[in-house]
Nanobody
Framework: QVQLVESGGGLVQAGGSLRLSCAAS????????MGWFRQAPGKEREFVAA????????YYADSVNGRFTISRDNAKNTVYLQMNSLKSEDTALYYC?????????????????WGQGTQVIVSS
């Protein structure tokens, strides 16, 4: 069982930056690949980024590639999402998630545990 708690969301102007954090409970954090998803009002939840167990591999949604960076610190049981050059369309509730057997997927079904989300609002 893994419990995930996101933080770092807030209100930022377009072009600005935010760093989201997701703290995981338990001693098996490094057994999970981690992902970030987001859900904008009236839209489906969508994949944002993922990072492998050791942090050596990452992949991103086309919409954020080059602007967002996912990273993790297994000693701190934390995964991060650095978001730069934010746009109004990045406004959403951001969720982190942990998975064990579906590395490479962009689907929610590839993740076993979810946090409650942290709100990001980008004003134009």
């Amino acid at each position: 069982q893994v419990q995930l708690v996101e933080s770092g969301g807030g209100l930022v102007q377009a072009g600005g930056s935010l760093r989201l954090s997701c703290a995981a409970s338990g001693r098996t954090f490094s057994s999970y690949y981690m992902g970030w998803f987001r859900q904008a009002p009236g839209k489906e939840r969508e994949f944002v980024a993922a990072i492998s167990w050791s942090g050596g591999s990452t992949y991103y949604a086309d919409s954020v590639n080059g602007r967002f960076t996912i990273s993790r610190d297994n000693a701190k049981n934390t995964v991060y999402l650095q978001m730069n050059s934010l746009k109004s369309e990045d406004t959403a509730l951001y969720y982190c998630a942990a998975g064990r057997t579906g590395w490479g997927t962009r689907k929610q079904s590839g993740y076993d545990y979810w946090g409650q989300g942290t709100q990001v609002i980008v004003s134009s």
